[in-house]
């Protein structure tokens, strides 16, 4: 892309094709979830007046969903979208998405006659495995100073706590007590996992994101989060990236597909 040499897979598809000599006689059919690169790159001088453009199935999630520009796909949203400032890293933006877990989760399991069900919440805020271990620092500074009542960062942090399990309780309409949801997260907090997905060296730790096994599973990806993984009990996702760096239309649809039916 942008270089005078072709890439690797796209010169052996030439070859196989026959599409770099004379007669020109292959055919190409590409199947894509994200044509928008194809188009740009001009793949094998794909024509797009020529595409063919399929149906979704009827609980597939995409573009109209995580991205709507009608009132009418603007209804069928049913997620909740916190929107992050145009400029700025704040740490309290981590912090308050963190906090907002882990309230959603003590709402889930706070009354219920079964085991504690554990969710996941997915942190994905660059591509660089050095960015990666500063979140899982922060993560893990978060998750200490809530189980430290002697940390000088305490009162500041339950305070806040406070005030977002107020929000959710309102939100949902639920009769808990503030109080009761945060001493529940207190009593809880240790029953906490912090994971870093970012290559095939962190097989182990993609699947125990994937299906979470701790109360409060976290996790930390970069790039290979948008290749075909499957959160179950994705709760949270915490997606902060600057626009100044090769964030693009294909790479950003893809991470809101993760988010499945």
Not at 43 to 64: C, P, V
Not at 116 to 134: C, F, Q, R, W
Request: charged letters at 25%; one cysteine or more.
């Amino acid at each position: 892309i942008n270089k005078s040499e072709v890439t690797a897979i796209n010169k052996f598809l030439g070859i196989l094709g026959n599409f770099n000599d004379e007669s020109d006689s292959g055919t190409y059919i590409g199947v894509t979830a994200t044509p928008a690169r194809l188009d740009l790159n001009n793949t094998f001088l794909n024509d797009s007046k020529e595409w063919i453009f399929l149906n979704s199935h009827s609980h597939y999630k995409g573009r109209a969903f995580f991205f709507p520009t009608t009132q009418d796909d603007l209804a069928k949203r049913d997620y909740i979208l916190q929107p992050l400032p145009d400029d700025g890293d704040d740490p309290k933006l981590l912090r308050h998405a963190v906090f907002r877990f882990l309230c959603r989760v003590a709402l889930l399991n706070y009354d219920s006659a079964t085991e504690l069900t554990p969710y996941s919440m997915l942190i994905h805020t660059a591509g660089k495995v050095n960015d990666h271990e500063k979140d899982q620092k922060d993560l893990q500074n978060i998750l200490g100073i809530l189980s430290d009542k002697d940390s000088k960062y305490f009162e500041r942090y339950y305070t806040e706590l406070l005030m977002i399990c107020d929000e959710q309780i309102e939100r949902y309409k639920l009769a808990y007590l503030v109080y009761e949801i945060a001493t529940f997260i207190y009593e809880n907090i240790g029953k906490s996992e912090v994971l870093v997905i970012n290559h095939k060296n962190d097989s182990d730790n993609v699947r125990r994101a994937g299906v979470p096994k701790a109360l409060f599973t976290f996790a930390i990806g970069g790039n290979i989060v948008s290749r075909g993984l499957t959160f179950e009990r994705l709760l949270t996702f915490f997606f902060s990236r600057n626009v100044k760096g090769r964030l693009q239309q294909n790479t950003y649809i893809q991470r809101a597909r993760m988010f499945g039916t």
